[in-house]
């Protein structure tokens, strides 16, 4: 019988490694914050830069689990489906360190901390999608799915979604000069909503691969116009200006790019899974036939 801190065992308790390497994964940050201790803690901030680090994480990961379904069905592997949940309360044990963080920050004056999450803007936004989360984590039990029932478990996970849009606008909110990884992650979230989009549109679970080129076409386009309208409003420039300097490798790689990279490795991916299939499929029939 496999007990619920048996991480590395899967459902039916046997031994995984692909458990295992998720778990590696998740702890990573973790190393690299005790790695860098010293430097964070003769930093100007070190709460603060610990507070960034918890933030930054949870968003990444929270990414990587909603990545989970388009990739296991485009990498045709579906055992990924069985770190879904890890990933997900992973992600939520990074965001509860960043909530913690920020209330030691605040000497633990928990009415101070309390008035600032409901008068701030970006805290106001930070701590909907922080219920929002806790709400998703709290009902990634067994016992939660069957109590629910299967329908509206999912329909209270579509809750996802919204916690994704609020945190990366709460990210936008606290950056201050830099838009450059915020606009990435909104490329990269936004393919991967617009991919779920796009599937229930379609009446379908598998997207074929033109219209996986033409996602990545369409997200990719709308980072590089979304970066530069952001840029317009922040800097008050012409935002063709900023379009302009897309092709200027020199001043750096727009998100824009990163994300038609990401995007069309994705579409390849796709091409060469469907071709090994479709050939291992052909095999068979020829084997069946003979
Ligand atoms: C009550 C809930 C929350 C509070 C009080 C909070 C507070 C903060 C604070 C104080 C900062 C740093 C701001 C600065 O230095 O000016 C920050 C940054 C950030 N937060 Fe939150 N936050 C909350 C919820 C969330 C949630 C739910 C997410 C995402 C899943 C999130 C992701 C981030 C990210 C990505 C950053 C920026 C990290 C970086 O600079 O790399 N936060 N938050």
Redesign the pocket.
């Known amino acids: 019988m496999k007990r619920p801190w048996q991480l590395w065992l899967d459902r039916r308790g046997r031994f995984s490694m692909l458990r295992v390497l998720v778990l590696a994964l998740l702890l990573i940050p973790l190393a690299k914050g005790i790695y860098d201790g010293s430097a964070i803690v003769h930093g100007a901030r070190p709460i ?1 830069e610990l ?2 680090r918890a ?2 994480w ?2 990444v990961f ?1 990414g990587i689990t909603l990545a989970v379904t388009p990739f296991r069905r485009i990498a045709r592997y579906g055992n990924l489906v069985d770190v879904r949940r890890m990933l997900g309360v992973g992600a939520f044990c990074y ?1 509860a360190a ?2 913690s963080l ?1 209330l030691a920050d605040q000497n633990f004056d928990f009415g101070k901390a309390a008035y600032e ?1 409901t008068h701030r803007w970006y ?1 106001i936004v ?2 909907t ?2 219920l929002g ?1 806790a709400a998703l984590a709290a009902t990634s039990t067994d016992s939660a799915v069957r109590r629910l029932g299967g329908l509206r478990w999912r329909r209270l996970h579509q809750l996802v979604y919204a ?1 994704a849009l609020l ?1 990366l606008i ?2 936008f909110q ?2 201050k000069a830099d838009v450059t ?1 915020p606009a990435l992650a909104a490329g990269l979230f936004g393919w991967l909503i617009c991919y779920r989009l796009l599937v229930w549109w379609q009446h379908t679970t598998e997207l074929s691969t033109l219209s996986l080129f033409a996602l990545t076409i369409a997200v990719a386009s709308l980072t590089f116009i979304g970066e530069a309208v952001g840029i317009a409003i922040a800097f008050h420039v012409s935002p063709m200006r900023v379009l302009s300097v897309a092709f200027d490798f020199n001043v750096g790689i727009r998100p824009g790019w990163e994300v038609l990279g990401a995007g069309l490795l994705v579409v390849v991916l796709d091409f060469v899974r469907g071709r090994w299939n479709s050939r291992i499929e052909s095999k068979r029939v020829v084997a069946a036939a003979e």
Do not use: C, K
Request: charge should be neutral.
């Open positions: 603060n507070i960034h933030g930054f949870a968003l929270l965001i960043h909530l920020y999450i805290l930070g701590g999608a922080w989360f916690v945190a709460h990210y606290q950056t990884v």
